[in-house]
């Protein structure tokens, strides 16, 4: 017996997976004369999320593939561990590096069988019965007469709205967060480049802008620190100042601390702007702590005639810029003069904190919505794999 039939509820009941699953195979030799729009391969779905958010184009597909419904599930047979489950919201070529998974209803919730296949019980099985050791892959024979225990109809359809709702909430949120994004660029442009209720501009080297704005250079406003990597004898696990190399030690809300150094050289100080001066040039943090900088990392320590957030988000609007004036063959950078010689405007100092603070309350609630995402859908997953184990009941007087 699999040690997933072990330890549920009594009323549950024993099944066979083809007994609530089958495997849709039919094939599209010519995507691309399909007359479908829509290609959905294992890199447009993502690890444990329900839903497919990126698609492909028929148009750049040759090989054959498989026809997928709307409703279908479309499930990673090849490197299980990498769990790529997922409903297709529309008609689409499939790779055949997965199978077109479709609810059988006697058994089985239609909802409730994608929440099944999210479960760890589920992926537990999968990764058993993954054959290969390059790149394994599940064959449909194998999974087919895997046995699992499922909850009742009732129950099923419980979870499955459970569940859903939860998803549908995450989705909500998502196209909010998506609205906000598009609306704080929106904002950056305008603001950045018109003010706040200006009437009067004036043309300059970068355009117009308003009449009591000036343009400079951004030593001008800046102290600009380029980094210098200590030698790699200097690294250690534990002792040192800590290590900022490039773009791989930036993280979303705070620089990503992997290596430190004993013989530190260039530091950035906590305040500073850390800016990549390597591919790809102009992407930015806070630095939260002093630290040893490497040669891919300029620190900005803004001067007294800025204020610091204002001028993270001009040079943010500025990237594009930044990315053209980079030059490299095997990696594109951008050297001290040209970055010590870089145009930015710089406005009165009330304008530049009143600029600042609304693109500022932006990000929080950015930040906010992206916290609530990231709460929500591990709580989803805590839920899935409760429910799917038996640990949590739906109780009977909601059922």
Not at 62 to 89: E, P, Q
Not at 182 to 200: C, D, R
Not at 213 to 226: G, H, N, P, Q, S
Not at 281 to 293: L, Q, R, S
Request: with cysteine; hydrophobic share 35%.
């Amino acid at each position: 017996m699999n040690s997933n039939l072990q330890k549920m509820p009594p009323n549950w009941i024993k099944v066979r997976f083809d007994e609530i699953a089958e495997n849709i195979t039919d094939r599209i030799d010519k995507p691309n004369e399909s007359g479908l729009e829509y290609y959905i391969g294992l890199e447009h779905i993502d690890t444990d999320q329900i839903r497919i958010k990126r698609f492909g184009s028929t148009d750049d597909v040759n090989a054959t593939k498989f026809l997928c419904k709307k409703g279908d599930i479309i499930f990673g047979k090849r490197r299980s561990y990498l769990r790529k489950v997922a409903v297709t919201d529309r008609d689409a070529v499939v790779s055949a590096h997965s199978m077109v998974i479709r609810p059988k209803a006697d058994l089985i919730v239609p909802e409730f069988l994608p929440c099944f296949m999210q479960s760890s019980i589920f992926w537990k099985t999968a990764h058993a019965i993954s054959e290969g050791s390059m790149s394994p892959t599940i064959k449909w024979k194998t999974m087919a007469k895997q046995e699992f225990l499922v909850p009742t109809i009732n129950e099923q359809k419980k979870i499955s709205e459970t569940l859903w709702s939860i998803e549908e909430n995450t989705e909500t949120v998502e196209n909010i967060l998506k609205l906000t994004s598009v609306l704080k660029i929106s904002l950056l442009n305008k603001l950045l480049t018109n003010g706040i209720e200006h009437n009067n501009f004036k043309k300059t080297e970068i355009g117009e802008i308003p009449e009591d704005w000036e343009v400079v250079k951004l030593i001008d406003i800046a102290d600009i620190i380029m980094g210098q990597s200590p030698p790699s004898s200097s690294y250690n696990d534990f002792d040192g100042l800590p290590f900022l190399q490039g773009k791989a030690d930036f993280g979303n809300i705070e620089p990503i601390i992997t290596k430190y150094t004993t013989k530190p050289s260039k530091i950035s100080e906590k305040g500073d702007i850390l800016f990549t001066v390597r591919a790809p040039v102009g992407d930015m943090n806070w630095c939260n702590t002093t630290c040893c900088i490497g040669r891919g990392i300029a620190a900005l320590r803004p001067k007294e005639t800025v204020i610091p957030k204002f001028l993270y988000y001009q040079l943010d609007k500025l990237r594009s810029n930044f990315e053209q004036l980079s030059q490299g063959s095997t990696f594109t950078a951008i050297n001290s003069k040209e970055l010590k010689n870089f145009s930015v405007v710089v406005p009165p100092l009330d304008e530049q904190k009143e600029i600042a603070n609304i693109l500022y309350k932006l990000d929080l609630n950015i930040s906010q919505f992206n916290d609530h995402i990231l709460y929500v859908s591990n709580l989803k997953k805590k839920l899935t794999n409760n429910f799917i184990s038996g640990k949590l009941i739906i109780p009977k007087e909601v059922l």
